[in-house]
Every structure is written in C-alpha cells, then in structure tokens.
C-alpha cells in the first residue's frame, strides 16, 4: 500500500478546514471527550495544551470529508444505549455541529473543561489561523499562543519536571511532511524524559501501516508504553485521496478512557463506513 496521501495529498501548506468534521476528526473528538472527561475527574487540576489548534471552527461546504465523517455519524439510525459515552459524544457533536454549516475543533473541545482549576494554552504558528483561533476562543480563558506547539509542550515539559501527573497534551500535526513522523515522535519523547506522568494524545493518519509501524516501533524502543487505537472505515487496499482511517496513541492514559473508546468504536465504524459496510479496529500496545 503506497504512501502517496501521506507526501503529496496534503496540501504543502495544511489547512485543516479542508478536512473538519472527517471521520478522523470524529475519531479523535470522540476520543478526546471520553479521556478528558476521566483526567478531569481524577486531577484536581488539568494542565490542558492543544499543539496544533489551527482555527478552532470552520465552515462547511454542502459537501466535503465531513459527510463521511460528523454527518455520517448524525444521519445514523443506530440504536445508541442513551447512557453511553457514545450518546455524550453525539449531544456534544451535535452542538458544535452548527446547522450543519460550521464544525468545531479541539480547542472548542478542550475549552467545555475550563474552569477555576483547569487551564488551557492553544498553539498556533500560522498567523491566519492564529487570527482565528483568538476570535474562537474569546469569550473562554484560555490561552492562544503564536508559536511551535511542540516547543511549547518541550518548554511546558522541562519548567513542571518529574514530579507533575497533571500535564495532558493533545498533538494533531499535519503530517504533510515525511520528516513531521521522525521529528513529531522524538520531540514527544524529550517532553516524557522530562514530566514522565503527563499524558499525551497524538493523533495521525491512515492510509497505510508503513509509517504507522514505524513511528510506533520507535516509542516502545524509546520506552513510551501506551496504547494506540485505530479505526478504519475504507478498506486499505482502496487508494483515494480522503483518510482510509485514523488513529490516536495514548500516553498515560486512565484505563477507563480506553476501555469507553474500544466502546465506541463498532458505533463510529458502522456509521461511518464507506464500503459495504466494512470497518476496522485494533487497539495495540506499545
């Protein structure tokens, strides 16, 4: 399987609205309330970083990625157990799923949990999106900075040191780099060595295992254990120019994240499959 999508489908320079609200935003959202919702019960305080926030809201075209992804999920008919995480996640979609027109990122996300306790610093480089970030996160408290995320989370990382479990980062590159899945990994693996206990969730891609594999091996021989959690929804032997998939390595997280998140896996993949119904998960430990 090439990994054409990987080097060249991304555009050279990222803008994330061209896929908000796919089915590997969806993933990740999932993901992210279900884990945040368990750190901020166990911590009395949640340090909160987003390193790659982009705008924080985009608009939607009449058609677009998200059909497959958020749109896909709501015209379901599934029969959701309304007491599942599974039903939390789609009343909070639903809310940020503005008319169908607009859909909110991470930082809408991690912003829902700020309070007196817990903080939140967005990272964005790009001076546009930067722009629009602010404007998204004005009437919240949390913080919009203008630079490199991952050497905000480095800088985070070596000022807290060993002794801080209350550190969570989300990481969400574009990886429109080849060079981003060597450099991403091993700047996440300073930041451990650093604050050992903080808890990481680092969202990539896929089209492929090839690079997957790879970037993985080289956590479990760095030491990192955590748990990865894919979720296909078109076949790898189909080549296009959309996400076959996704996926979400998590770093120190509580187990109760992962146990709700292999939940909600059958749910999303049925809902969101594109061929024949097929769908795909794995959860793997490094």
């Not at 690079?211 to 990192?224: A, G, H, I, P």
Request: hydrophobic share 40%.
């Amino acid at each position: 399987m090439s990994d054409k999508y990987l080097k060249e489908d991304l555009p050279g320079h990222y803008e994330h609205r061209f896929h908000a609200g796919n089915v590997g935003d969806l993933w990740k959202h999932a993901i992210l309330l279900a884990l945040v919702k368990d750190l901020t019960a166990q911590h009395e305080s949640l340090t909160m970083i987003d390193a790659f926030a982009g705008e924080g809201s985009y608009t939607l075209g009449s058609t677009g990625e998200w059909t497959e992804g958020i749109g896909a999920l709501l015209k379901s008919t599934l029969p959701i157990p309304s007491s599942s995480a599974l039903a939390s996640f789609i009343s909070y979609a639903r809310q940020q799923f503005v008319n169908g027109k607009r859909y909110a990122g991470s930082p809408a996300l991690l912003a829902s949990f700020l309070g007196a306790k817990n903080t939140l610093t967005c990272y964005e480089i790009d001076p546009t999106a930067n722009a629009a970030l602010t404007r998204s996160l004005a009437e919240s408290s949390a913080k919009v900075q203008a630079c490199d995320g991952l050497e905000g989370l480095l800088a985070e990382a070596s000022s807290t040191g060993a002794a801080s479990a209350n550190i969570f980062a989300l990481v969400d590159p574009p990886w429109n780099k080849k060079e981003d899945w060597r450099v991403v990994p091993s700047k996440l693996v300073k930041a451990l060595k650093h604050t050992p206990t903080m808890t990481i969730a680092l969202w990539y891609p896929i089209k492929s295992y090839t690079r997957v594999s790879t970037m993985l091996k080289y956590f479990k021989d760095e030491s990192v254990k955590g748990v990865a959690l894919d979720l296909i929804t078109t076949p790898l032997t189909i080549q296009r120019n959309r996400l076959n998939g996704s996926g979400m390595l998590l770093v120190n997280a509580p187990i109760t994240s992962i146990t709700t998140c292999n939940e909600m896996a059958p749910w999303i993949g049925v809902a969101c499959a594109t061929h024949s119904g097929y769908w795909e998960s794995r959860a793997s430990a490094i």
